[in-house]
């Protein structure tokens, strides 16, 4: 804290006033213990200057004040409220501590509400999200390609175990890799929509033995398909190349590199002339 040459008298009592490193202007009695005084402060908001200098993480922006002010519920207005301390860098620019890269993008909704184009708009959500500038937030969302993943989660959230079942497949291909010293490793996943495993030929009689079964013919077709992990079934019109696609995507978003092809069918004799039919696909996951 500095001291400044203005002086003024209250009563019997001197004060000075005295500029803090917040930028909060504080009269204080001169005659009292510094400690004191402080406590006795009387707060008055920084005043920012009308064209702000900021350095974003070494990415260097000039706008008004009025901008980073304009929604103020989010962090840029709060930080510029004159409540809060921000440091400066060597320049006197107000420095954050946050990747610039897209804080452009930001600053053009700000300004005049422009939006990114799509290839940002992911990393721009990031920005909003940090920020907390919800008109950013609630038109990103409507753009591609987040209002496309809102369909896709949707599909995803019929899917019992989706998330876990895709770390096993992650976690068996790392410990396969792992033991076998491989650059990749392969696994047997089943994909299934539908409940009752069927062949075409069979179709007619299966109707009838929907109804008719008995409880251990129906804990025959419950059964469990050889392979290492199994997606299945839902109620959806997206089918099982949906989820395959699903699948790779999301694994590829982990930076792994998959293939995968299917292998035939699980086969397995279930009970009369039925025999299980589910798609077996081999995913080959390679880690290098």
Avoid at 71 to 86: P, V, W
Avoid at 219 to 226: S, Y
Wanted: hydrophobic content about 35%; overall charge neutral.
């Amino acid at each position: 804290m500095s001291r400044t040459p203005e002086k003024r008298r209250d009563g019997e009592k001197e004060s000075i006033q005295m500029v803090s490193k917040f930028g909060v202007i504080e009269w204080c009695d001169i005659n009292e213990p510094r400690q004191t005084a402080s406590l006795k402060a009387v707060r008055v908001p920084f005043q920012f200057p009308e064209v702000v200098p900021l350095n974003i993480g070494g990415a260097h922006f000039t706008t008004r004040l009025s901008t980073l002010r304009r929604y103020e519920d989010t962090m840029l207005a709060a930080m510029f409220s004159g409540r809060h301390y921000i440091p400066t860098d060597s320049e006197g620019r107000y420095f954050i501590d946050r990747d610039g890269t897209h804080f452009g993008d930001v600053l053009n909704f700000l300004r005049s509400g422009d939006l990114p184009p799509r290839e940002h708009v992911r990393a721009v959500h990031k920005e909003a999200q940090y920020y907390a500038i919800g008109p950013l937030l609630e038109q990103l969302e409507n753009m591609q390609p987040l209002k496309g993943e809102k369909v896709r989660q949707a599909f995803l959230g019929l899917m019992p175990y989706y998330k876990d079942h895709l770390e096993r497949i992650v976690e068996i291909a790392r410990l396969r890799a792992v033991q076998r010293k491989a650059r990749f490793a392969k696994l047997k996943v089943c994909v299934f929509k539908e409940e009752m495993p069927i062949t075409p030929y069979e179709c007619p009689l299966l109707n009838s033995l929907r109804f008719e079964r008995s409880e251990s013919d129906g804990q025959l077709f419950e059964h469990h398909c050889e392979v290492d992990v199994s997606f299945g079934p839902w109620e959806a019109v997206a089918d099982v190349y949906d989820l395959l696609h699903c699948l790779v995507t999301d694994l590829s978003a982990q930076g792994l590199t998959v293939d995968h092809q299917c292998i035939g069918v699980c086969d397995k004799h279930l009970v009369n002339h039925y025999y299980c039919k589910r798609p077996i696909y081999e995913f080959k996951i390679t880690w290098w």
